[in-house]
Protein backbone atom coordinates (compact mmCIF):
# COMPACT_ATOMS: atom_id res chain seq x y z
CA UNK A 1 0.00 0.00 0.00
CA UNK A 2 1.64 3.42 -0.98
CA UNK A 3 1.50 6.04 1.58
CA UNK A 4 -0.90 8.32 -0.13
CA UNK A 5 -3.46 5.38 0.16
CA UNK A 6 -2.37 4.49 3.70
CA UNK A 7 -3.07 8.33 4.30
CA UNK A 8 -6.72 8.46 3.05
CA UNK A 9 -7.70 5.43 4.64
CA UNK A 10 -6.29 6.94 8.33
CA UNK A 11 -7.76 10.66 7.13
CA UNK A 12 -11.25 8.91 6.39
CA UNK A 13 -11.20 7.07 9.69
CA UNK A 14 -9.97 9.54 11.72
CA UNK A 15 -12.73 12.06 10.02
CA UNK A 16 -15.32 9.49 11.26
CA UNK A 17 -14.24 9.06 14.45
CA UNK A 18 -13.92 13.20 15.26
CA UNK A 19 -16.74 13.67 13.48
CA UNK A 20 -15.39 16.01 10.64
CA UNK A 21 -17.43 15.12 7.44
CA UNK A 22 -16.12 18.33 5.34
CA UNK A 23 -12.55 17.35 5.75
CA UNK A 24 -13.27 13.91 4.94
CA UNK A 25 -14.97 14.94 1.84
CA UNK A 26 -12.40 17.24 0.30
CA UNK A 27 -9.22 16.37 2.31
CA UNK A 28 -7.85 14.99 -0.97
CA UNK A 29 -9.01 17.75 -3.52
CA UNK A 30 -7.30 20.20 -1.08
CA UNK A 31 -4.13 18.21 -1.02
CA UNK A 32 -3.82 18.04 -4.41
CA UNK A 33 -4.31 21.71 -4.52
CA UNK A 34 -2.39 22.33 -2.11
CA UNK A 35 0.70 20.45 -3.73
CA UNK A 36 -0.09 22.24 -6.87
CA UNK A 37 0.11 25.81 -5.76
CA UNK A 38 3.08 25.23 -3.12
CA UNK A 39 1.06 25.86 -0.30
CA UNK A 40 3.00 25.83 3.30
CA UNK A 41 1.43 23.01 5.55
CA UNK A 42 0.05 25.70 7.91
CA UNK A 43 -1.96 27.49 4.93
CA UNK A 44 -3.11 24.08 3.79
CA UNK A 45 -4.01 22.69 7.59
CA UNK A 46 -6.11 26.34 8.45
CA UNK A 47 -8.11 26.50 4.66
CA UNK A 48 -9.30 23.03 5.99
CA UNK A 49 -10.13 23.48 9.23
CA UNK A 50 -11.76 26.94 8.04
CA UNK A 51 -13.88 24.94 5.25
CA UNK A 52 -15.41 21.93 8.21
CA UNK A 53 -16.01 25.57 10.31
CA UNK A 54 -18.11 26.99 7.88
CA UNK A 55 -19.61 23.66 6.81
CA UNK A 56 -20.42 23.26 10.20
CA UNK A 57 -22.12 26.77 10.54
CA UNK A 58 -24.21 26.22 7.57
CA UNK A 59 -25.41 22.83 8.64
CA UNK A 60 -26.12 24.99 12.09
CA UNK A 61 -28.44 27.36 10.61
CA UNK A 62 -30.31 24.90 8.59
CA UNK A 63 -31.09 22.95 12.00
CA UNK A 64 -32.21 25.78 13.41
CA UNK A 65 -34.25 26.86 10.31
CA UNK A 66 -35.76 23.33 10.77
CA UNK A 67 -36.41 23.44 14.55
CA UNK A 68 -38.22 26.25 13.63
CA UNK A 69 -41.33 24.50 12.30
CA UNK A 70 -41.72 27.34 9.42
CA UNK A 71 -44.39 26.42 6.90
CA UNK A 72 -42.41 27.36 4.29
CA UNK A 73 -39.27 28.88 3.63
CA UNK A 74 -39.69 33.05 2.90
CA UNK A 75 -36.42 35.66 2.84
CA UNK A 76 -36.48 39.20 3.40
CA UNK A 77 -34.53 39.80 -0.14
CA UNK A 78 -37.76 38.18 -1.76
CA UNK A 79 -39.91 40.84 -0.40
CA UNK A 80 -41.43 43.30 -2.69
CA UNK A 81 -41.16 46.59 -0.77
CA UNK A 82 -42.62 48.18 -3.99
CA UNK A 83 -45.41 46.33 -4.01
CA UNK A 84 -45.96 47.72 0.19
CA UNK A 85 -45.50 51.61 0.06
CA UNK A 86 -46.85 51.16 4.01
CA UNK A 87 -43.46 49.56 4.78
CA UNK A 88 -40.08 51.89 5.17
CA UNK A 89 -37.64 49.44 4.18
CA UNK A 90 -35.02 51.14 6.80
CA UNK A 91 -37.39 49.51 9.21
CA UNK A 92 -36.71 46.18 7.58
CA UNK A 93 -33.22 46.43 7.14
CA UNK A 94 -32.81 47.64 10.66
CA UNK A 95 -34.70 44.23 12.10
CA UNK A 96 -32.45 42.38 9.71
CA UNK A 97 -29.98 43.17 11.77
CA UNK A 98 -31.03 41.82 14.70
CA UNK A 99 -30.36 44.27 17.27
CA UNK A 100 -34.61 43.73 18.28
CA UNK A 101 -33.61 40.78 19.48
CA UNK A 102 -30.73 41.44 22.03
CA UNK A 103 -33.00 43.93 23.44
CA UNK A 104 -35.71 41.54 23.30
CA UNK A 105 -38.30 44.22 21.44
CA UNK A 106 -41.30 43.03 19.73
CA UNK A 107 -42.52 43.27 16.77
CA UNK A 108 -45.94 43.42 15.26
CA UNK A 109 -46.92 43.12 11.67
CA UNK A 110 -50.85 44.54 10.97
CA UNK A 111 -52.39 44.11 7.75
CA UNK A 112 -55.10 42.22 6.00
CA UNK A 113 -54.64 38.93 4.24
CA UNK A 114 -52.15 38.95 1.21
CA UNK A 115 -50.47 42.21 2.18
CA UNK A 116 -47.44 40.27 3.23
CA UNK A 117 -47.50 39.61 6.88
CA UNK A 118 -46.45 35.87 7.10
CA UNK A 119 -43.48 36.54 4.43
CA UNK A 120 -41.96 39.16 7.04
CA UNK A 121 -42.70 36.99 9.95
CA UNK A 122 -41.09 33.86 8.36
CA UNK A 123 -38.26 36.18 6.93
CA UNK A 124 -37.39 37.49 10.11
CA UNK A 125 -37.31 34.26 11.79
CA UNK A 126 -35.15 32.96 9.17
CA UNK A 127 -32.79 35.61 9.46
CA UNK A 128 -32.81 35.43 13.34
CA UNK A 129 -32.07 31.68 12.91
CA UNK A 130 -28.71 32.31 10.11
CA UNK A 131 -27.91 34.15 13.09
CA UNK A 132 -27.97 31.51 15.55
CA UNK A 133 -30.70 32.11 17.12
CA UNK A 134 -33.48 29.68 18.62
CA UNK A 135 -36.88 30.13 16.69
CA UNK A 136 -40.10 28.84 16.85
CA UNK A 137 -42.92 29.83 14.36
CA UNK A 138 -46.51 28.58 15.14
CA UNK A 139 -49.70 29.91 14.85
CA UNK A 140 -51.93 31.34 17.52
CA UNK A 141 -54.66 28.70 17.04
CA UNK A 142 -51.28 26.12 17.35
CA UNK A 143 -49.77 27.29 19.97
CA UNK A 144 -52.70 27.69 22.26
CA UNK A 145 -54.08 24.24 21.78
CA UNK A 146 -50.74 22.90 22.45
CA UNK A 147 -50.85 25.37 25.60
CA UNK A 148 -54.47 23.71 26.53
CA UNK A 149 -53.15 19.92 25.58
CA UNK A 150 -50.14 20.43 28.22
CA UNK A 151 -52.56 22.41 30.66
CA UNK A 152 -54.61 19.26 30.85
CA UNK A 153 -51.34 16.95 30.94
CA UNK A 154 -49.89 18.50 33.81
CA UNK A 155 -46.81 19.63 31.76
CA UNK A 156 -47.63 23.64 31.30
CA UNK A 157 -44.73 24.58 33.16
CA UNK A 158 -42.27 22.97 31.23
CA UNK A 159 -43.59 24.28 28.10
CA UNK A 160 -44.38 27.61 29.20
CA UNK A 161 -40.29 27.59 30.06
CA UNK A 162 -39.47 25.94 26.66
CA UNK A 163 -41.24 28.75 25.11
CA UNK A 164 -39.79 31.32 27.30
CA UNK A 165 -36.24 30.37 26.54
CA UNK A 166 -36.56 30.50 22.71
CA UNK A 167 -34.70 34.28 21.13
CA UNK A 168 -37.83 34.73 18.80
CA UNK A 169 -41.64 33.25 19.00
CA UNK A 170 -42.80 34.33 15.68
CA UNK A 171 -46.82 34.04 16.13
CA UNK A 172 -48.91 34.33 13.58
CA UNK A 173 -52.50 34.32 12.47
CA UNK A 174 -53.91 36.24 15.45
CA UNK A 175 -56.83 37.22 14.61
CA UNK A 176 -58.13 34.76 12.29
CA UNK A 177 -59.40 32.58 14.66
CA UNK A 178 -61.57 33.37 18.19
CA UNK A 179 -59.89 32.63 21.72
CA UNK A 180 -62.01 31.69 24.25
CA UNK A 181 -60.93 32.70 27.85
CA UNK A 182 -58.72 29.96 28.86
CA UNK A 183 -56.47 29.64 25.89
CA UNK A 184 -55.94 33.57 25.65
CA UNK A 185 -55.21 33.43 29.33
CA UNK A 186 -52.26 30.70 28.12
CA UNK A 187 -51.42 32.65 25.71
CA UNK A 188 -50.89 35.69 28.26
CA UNK A 189 -48.99 33.36 30.11
CA UNK A 190 -46.43 32.91 26.76
CA UNK A 191 -46.34 36.47 26.33
CA UNK A 192 -45.49 37.75 29.85
CA UNK A 193 -42.69 34.76 30.45
CA UNK A 194 -40.97 36.67 27.41
CA UNK A 195 -42.26 39.94 28.21
CA UNK A 196 -38.68 42.40 27.66
CA UNK A 197 -36.05 39.33 27.70
CA UNK A 198 -36.71 37.68 24.45
CA UNK A 199 -38.70 38.92 21.59
CA UNK A 200 -41.82 37.88 20.36
CA UNK A 201 -43.18 38.43 16.84
CA UNK A 202 -46.72 38.80 15.99
CA UNK A 203 -48.91 38.86 12.81
CA UNK A 204 -52.13 39.94 12.77
CA UNK A 205 -54.98 40.60 10.42
CA UNK A 206 -56.67 42.77 12.56
CA UNK A 207 -55.91 46.60 14.51
CA UNK A 208 -55.10 46.72 17.89
CA UNK A 209 -58.56 48.53 18.36
CA UNK A 210 -60.06 44.95 17.33
CA UNK A 211 -58.24 42.36 18.95
CA UNK A 212 -61.48 42.41 21.88
CA UNK A 213 -63.35 40.31 19.32
CA UNK A 214 -61.03 37.50 19.84
CA UNK A 215 -59.90 37.72 22.90
CA UNK A 216 -63.49 38.72 24.90
CA UNK A 217 -61.92 39.65 28.59
CA UNK A 218 -61.48 43.58 27.75
CA UNK A 219 -58.72 43.66 30.92
CA UNK A 220 -56.75 40.48 29.16
CA UNK A 221 -56.51 42.26 25.89
CA UNK A 222 -55.79 45.28 27.29
CA UNK A 223 -53.19 43.53 28.81
CA UNK A 224 -51.89 41.51 25.98
CA UNK A 225 -51.71 44.62 23.98
CA UNK A 226 -50.12 46.67 26.55
CA UNK A 227 -47.34 43.83 26.43
CA UNK A 228 -47.04 43.20 23.26
CA UNK A 229 -46.33 46.93 22.17
CA UNK A 230 -43.90 48.08 24.72
CA UNK A 231 -40.92 49.33 22.80
CA UNK A 232 -42.42 47.75 19.50
CA UNK A 233 -41.63 47.78 16.44
CA UNK A 234 -44.61 48.26 13.76
CA UNK A 235 -44.79 47.89 10.59
CA UNK A 236 -48.23 47.93 8.89
CA UNK A 237 -48.39 46.16 5.80
CA UNK A 238 -51.42 47.71 4.62
CA UNK A 239 -54.94 46.86 2.64
CA UNK A 240 -53.69 46.07 -0.63
CA UNK A 241 -53.75 42.45 -0.76
CA UNK A 242 -50.50 41.19 -3.18
CA UNK A 243 -51.64 38.25 -4.41
CA UNK A 244 -55.38 39.25 -4.93
CA UNK A 245 -53.57 42.03 -6.86
CA UNK A 246 -50.44 39.50 -8.52
CA UNK A 247 -53.82 36.81 -9.47
CA UNK A 248 -55.34 39.82 -11.32
CA UNK A 249 -52.48 40.94 -13.54
CA UNK A 250 -51.38 36.37 -14.35
CA UNK A 251 -55.26 36.76 -15.91
CA UNK A 252 -55.19 39.89 -18.09
CA UNK A 253 -51.98 38.82 -19.44
CA UNK A 254 -53.26 35.37 -20.42
CA UNK A 255 -54.65 35.09 -23.97
Known amino acids: MNTDTAAIAAIDAATRELQL ?20 YLAFLAEILG ?4 ARSERRKQRRV ?3 HFPRIK ?12 INPATIA ?9 AGDPVVLLGDSGT ?10 IAACEQGRRVRYVTAAQLVNELVEAADERKLSRLVTRYGRLDLLCLDELGYVQLDTRGAELLFQIITEREEKNSIAVASNLPFSEWGNIIGDPRLVAA ?4 VTFNAHIIETGTDSYRLRSTRTNRRRKP
Open 21 to 40: PQIRADAQRLADTAQREHVT
Open 51 to 54: LELD
Open 66 to 68: HEA
Open 75 to 86: RLDTFDLDAAPT
Open 94 to 102: TLAAGSYLD
Open 116 to 125: GKTHLLIALG
Open 224 to 227: IIDR
